[in-house]
């Protein structure tokens, strides 16, 4: 942790209170007790490719509980732009090598896997073992078993873990949640939903290389409509059956181009989603007993766009998602909020995800969900 540099941090907290905070105290009266100096967790962004590049560092500038501490890279170059750019030093520069040291920075709390799919497990767990909070890209792994040990690691360590997933902080997806949750519309009946977008250029990119990716447009988009669906119907899914489809089967050698699945909910809700590396889409809509809303942009980074049957645009001022993200889990391990996007969360969408690909295999057979609440955060 750090002084504040950029914003006021509205808690101010003593160091011993600090240290029991970090070490998993849900106790709001603990943490914000009067200390003379302001806080702000330190996070290490592990991979700095685009996301990193583009999205997080930048919100990272923005965020009132948390700033970047220190990098991990595998890339030499890129160690003193990022310390220029962003003021951090040496001592907290890190290679995929020399990662575990972390373990004697106090200056990270939080550790953010950036990586290729197929990496975040391994390096979760790593920064689990080094006694760091997590919080893992999505989709939070290639398998179940993978999500399971990222879990495991992180509740043997005694730290807090989430998943990279922005829209759960977005307040458009809050607002649908809400009408969902209290009927605005009536009950919701059929959930359309959409993500893809037309993937172009190196075909040996690592989002078409199944080792790194563990899948296509399932893996990267498909969660998003997952995500979707699930907050959409307002609950898990009881079955799913899935078809996939290719029109570039000479571009997407080793991984899914274009995959359209079926949910059923426990009250005969049905959700469609559809996931593409080569077709857009970039939709949620929600139609109930008495009208509809809809999305569109539903999970972009923003600004998001929606409007309802009675003729209502739903609005709100434009903030970072990655900053609202990276706040909210600041905010959980700090006060003891909800983790709003825990990592079993993550574990669900890859049992569905697991799921979808079987279905595919099989044939396009129903497969039964016994998912109960797993994943749900009110
Ligand atoms: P990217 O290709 O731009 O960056 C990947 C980074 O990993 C690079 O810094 C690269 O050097 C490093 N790397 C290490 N080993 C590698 C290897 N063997 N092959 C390729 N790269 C390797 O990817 P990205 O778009 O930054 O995505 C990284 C992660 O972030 C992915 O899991 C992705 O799903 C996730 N992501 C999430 C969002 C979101 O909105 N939440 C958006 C984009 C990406």
């Not at 590049?53 to 930048?58: G, H, I, N, S, V």
């Not at 990716?213 to 609950?235: D, F, H």
């Not at 909210?328 to 983790?339: C, V």
Request: aromatic letters at 8%; a neutral charge; one cysteine or more.
């Amino acid at each position: 942790m750090k002084n504040l540099t950029r914003r006021d941090f509205s808690l101010t907290l003593g160091k011993g209170l600090i240290a029991t905070s970090l070490l998993g105290s849900s106790n709001l009266a603990c943490a914000t007790e009067v200390g003379n100096q302001k806080k702000k967790l330190g996070v290490a962004l592990v991979g700095l490719g685009s996301y990193s590049t583009y999205q997080l560092a930048p919100a990272l500038l923005d965020t009132e509980h948390c700033y970047l501490a220190g990098i991990v890279t595998g890339t030499p170059e890129k160690e003193s732009i990022w310390k220029d750019k962003y003021a951090i030093p040496h001592s907290n520069i890190y290679n995929y090598a020399n990662f575990d040291s972390i373990i004697n920075n106090a200056d990270i709390d939080i550790i953010y896997v950036v990586l290729p799919n197929s990496m975040h497990a391994d390096f979760c767990i790593r920064a689990a073992k080094a006694g760091k909070h997590v919080i893992c890209e999505k989709p939070m792994a290639v398998s179940v078993a993978e999500c399971d040990a990222i879990i495991d690691a992180c509740k043997k360590a005694n730290v807090k873990l989430s998943v990279g997933y922005r829209m759960q902080s977005d307040p458009y997806t809050n607002e649908v949640k809400k009408f969902v949750r209290e009927r605005t519309f009536g009950e919701v009946h059929f959930v359309s939903s959409d993500a893809g977008y037309i993937s172009q250029g190196n075909p040996d990119q690592w989002r078409l290389n199944r080792e790194l990716s563990g899948g296509g447009a399932l893996m990267n988009m498909g969660v998003y409509s997952i995500q979707t669906s699930i907050y959409g119907a307002g609950g898990n899914p009881i079955s799913v059956t899935a078809q996939e489809f290719s029109t570039r089967p000479e571009y997407f050698k080793e991984t899914d181009e274009t995959i359209t699945a079926q949910f059923e909910f426990v009250n005969g809700a049905v959700a469609q989603m559809f996931t593409s590396h080569n077709a857009n889409g970039n939709r949620l809509k929600c139609h109930c007993a008495n009208g509809w809303f809809e999305l569109d942009p539903a999970h972009s980074y923003g600004p998001i766009s929606g409007r309802t049957s009675n003729g209502n645009v739903i609005s709100f001022s434009h903030q970072s998602q990655q900053a609202l993200q990276m706040d909210d889990f600041a905010k959980h391990i700090l006060l003891g909020n909800p983790n709003i996007a825990p990592g079993e969360m993550g574990k669900r969408d890859m049992i569905i995800v697991e799921a979808i690909y079987k279905s595919i295999a099989e044939g396009g057979k129903k497969q039964n969900l016994d998912l109960g609440e797993m994943g749900i955060v009110s």
